[in-house]
């Protein structure tokens, strides 16, 4: 699992001029709440007062994985140093401003001049920011730095991310196409390309033991496992382990694989249980070679810190504004109805196991796809929400009815409309604020489903 840690480089700038205590009192109080937030904080402890101390913190703040630099604006300064700051540190800008009291007396800290003054040199020279004029202790504000700081981990991770293509997309399925190079252009995400030959051949030569062993595991967690062709379904688990070792061996973060014809008319078995145990393990894992799928799944796994559910919509109701989530079997065990026990099943096409079967919990979730959909392949977000209601399963193998925050219909129509993609993404929970931040840093356009 990464890390769900966020680290935020923290500078606090000021002027000897002015009221220097209250600065440092200020400071301080920002420190502790953003701290008591969970942040982690890396940067001077002491107020940076000169372009030459600003100098030395922005190469220590260099050395670090940062998420957010906030520049905190203790008192009125130039805009020299918040310059520095950000032209060596590569990293989210947030400009942070305090408010004080109207005395009548001395201006104490002049702090919202000292980020406009800054935000004016900034933007001059192209740079992006983010502002805050709040007390550290402002819950909105302390909201707003989240979602920064959770947006620029993503933009981080992806700088790093690896996605292993195994074989290439069916013929016929344009959505799940790769376009390698604008991907590491835009994103930073590199594909290693693997075949179905050299992945099969490995599955062929797993340890019988270690079969053995996995399928002791799973018989804990999966009812019906018994009832299965047991060599089909032990090519389902060698082919897990085949991924998860090649997945640890090529340093990947995710699997995009030719799922079918070729596992079931060359393999004899499923990838689909194996795809739901390695994203179960927070290795998301798409189907039919969805690249652009798999992205989106590692951005809402590192969101959530849960794993993330590549599905078709294959049913509306617009009375009731849901649709069906489904998949052949692939969702990650995690999602299950805590009710309803799982079991194994057979692909309801190719007869042959291992799917997973059971009904999607309930819960709110956050949909996202990132796509290339449209005449000119200019990628975008793709965003939508909406709460997973507790209900029977609509298909055999996995799925949840979806209840949409947005009407069904403007969401069916959105999706014909602009010719979206098959597939969308879904984990649980609410993280639609951090994915808006990520767009607008990534200049990603942005769509809603079912809003115009």
């Not at 001049?113 to 004016?120: D, K, R, T």
């Not at 992006?128 to 620029?152: C, K």
């Not at 799944?297 to 504004?321: C, H, R």
């Amino acid at each position: 699992m990464t890390s769900q840690t966020l680290t935020i480089g923290f500078v606090a700038l000021a002027r000897t001029t002015f009221d220097m205590e209250l600065a440092q009192k200020v400071t301080e109080q920002a420190r502790i709440c953003l701290e008591a937030a969970g942040f982690v904080l890396a940067g001077p402890p002491t107020l940076v007062t000169n372009l030459e101390e600003t100098e030395v913190a922005a190469q220590k703040l260099a050395q670090f994985p940062l998420d957010l630099l906030l520049v905190f604006q203790a008192t009125f300064a130039d805009s020299t140093m918040v310059a520095n700051l950000t032209a060596r540190v590569d990293a989210p800008l947030l400009l942070w401003a305090v408010p004080e009291p109207l005395t009548g007396e001395r201006l104490r800290l002049n702090s919202l001049c000292g980020i406009n003054l800054g935000a004016f040199t900034l933007k001059r020279r192209g740079a992006s920011y983010e502002y805050i004029y709040a007390m550290p202790d402002d819950a909105s504000a302390m909201e707003q730095v989240r979602n920064l700081a959770q947006a620029g981990r993503l933009r981080r991770l992806l700088r790093g991310a690896r996605i292993g293509r195994v074989g290439e997309n069916p013929e016929g399925f344009e959505p799940c196409a790769l376009d390698a190079p604008a991907l590491k252009a835009r994103l930073g995400v590199e594909i290693v390309q693997l075949t179905l030959d050299e992945v099969f051949a490995t599955v062929r030569a797993t340890d019988s033991g270690a079969v053995d062993a996995t399928l002791k595991t799973l018989q804990q967690r999966l009812d019906a496992l018994d009832t299965l062709n047991q060599e089909a379904l032990r090519g389902t688990l060698a082919t897990y382990l085949t991924l998860r070792d090649l997945a640890a061996q090529l340093n990947l973060d995710g699997l995009a694989v030719r799922c079918w014809p070729q596992f079931f008319t060359e393999l004899g078995c499923a990838a689909c249980g194996a795809m739901s145990m390695l994203s179960d393990e927070q290795i998301p894992c798409s189907c039919e070679a969805d690249i652009n799928g798999n992205v989106t799944q590692l951005l809402l796994q590192w969101l959530s810190g849960e794993p993330a559910f590549g599905t078709d919509m294959v049913s509306f109701d617009m009375k009731a504004d849901t649709a069906v989530m489904w998949h052949c079997g692939l969702a990650p065990l995690a999602m299950a109805d805590p009710i309803v026990r799982p079991r194994g099943t057979i692909h309801s096409n190719r007869k042959l196991p291992l799917l997973m079967e059971f009904p999607l919990k309930p819960g709110r979730v956050t949909l996202a796809r990132l796509t290339d959909a449209g005449p000119t392949h200019e990628l975008r977000l793709v965003l939508g929400s909406g709460e997973m209601i507790r209900a029977p399963r609509s298909f055999s193998g996995t799925s949840g009815v979806l209840h949409f925050d947005a009407a069904a219909q403007g969401v069916l129509d959105t999706i014909m409309h602009e010719g979206l993609d098959h597939h969308i993404c879904l984990t649980y929970g609410n993280y639609l604020a951090p994915l808006l931040k990520l767009a607008e840093m990534l200049a990603l356009p942005v769509l809603y489903l079912g809003k115009s």
